[in-house]
């Protein structure tokens, strides 16, 4: 049997992972990536001489990256329903004070209803009250149009919040309906609360009064 020798994989640069992290996501001043890659390749050059103390350079260029963003996303501090490295968060920011202060005030089984279960997560976190999640995380058919009024007649939700559409409050009785309805209920209940009561800015939120 003739056996063929293994073919050995193509090195990577000791450091690029670090310096294409630290590049892509706009980390440090612009010249540490390629400070980082230098280090590395300087530590690849010398490693015949110097054996252990390149390899030891070159690890500590492996990791620089990497170990930057835990030090800097333990040192900020992070909000939001979806927080990530940094202090970043995904598409939410915590809503205005005197919002959860209104939320807060309230004594209905929800608080409010919002299009979606982020928005509804941040009035949550926020105000320490229960909101109701049109639409649910991904657009479920719930509540109805015909629920949500039942829920609204009965007492059961004080505001309707419409979170970014802040200074965007059309007079009373006037409402640009959308084209295109989904699977879920969310653009023709936030129609029929605009049609049937007015609203007010609060931050970037529209926010409507149920009765």
Same mark, same amino acid.
């Given at each position: ?5 293994? /073919? ?92 959860? @202060? ?15 279960? +982020? ?14 999640? /049109? ?10 149009? @015909? +629920?949500?009024? @039942? ?18 409050? +059309?007079?009373?009785?006037?409402? /640009? ?35």
């Amino acid at each position: 049997m003739i056996s063929c020798p293994a /073919i050995p994989s193509r090195p990577r640069p000791a450091g690029a992972w670090s310096a294409i992290l630290l590049h892509r996501n706009h980390f440090g001043p612009h010249w540490l990536p390629w400070l980082v890659v230098s280090v590395a390749m300087g530590a690849a050059v010398v490693v015949v001489f110097i054996g252990g103390i390149a390899a030891a350079i070159g690890a500590a260029a492996a990791v620089v990256g990497t170990v930057a963003f835990s030090l800097a996303t333990v040192g900020t501090p992070h909000h939001g329903t979806v927080p990530l490295a940094v202090g970043r968060s995904v598409g939410d920011k915590p809503p205005d004070p005197a919002l959860a @202060d209104l939320l807060r005030a309230t004594h209905t089984p929800w608080s409010a209803a919002t299009n979606g279960s +982020q928005s509804a997560a941040n009035l949550e976190i926020a105000s320490g009250t229960s909101v109701m999640a /049109i639409g649910g995380w991904s657009g479920d058919p719930v509540p109805t149009l @015909d +629920q949500f009024v @039942d829920d609204v007649r009965a007492g059961r939700v004080s505001y309707y919040v419409e979170a970014g559409k802040g200074g965007a409050a +059309q007079p009373h009785g006037r409402i /640009i309906y959308a084209e295109n309805h989904g699977t879920a209920h969310t653009r023709e209940i936030a129609d029929w609360v605009a049609t049937h009561y007015p609203a007010t800015t609060m931050g970037d939120s529209l926010v409507y009064r149920l009765g």
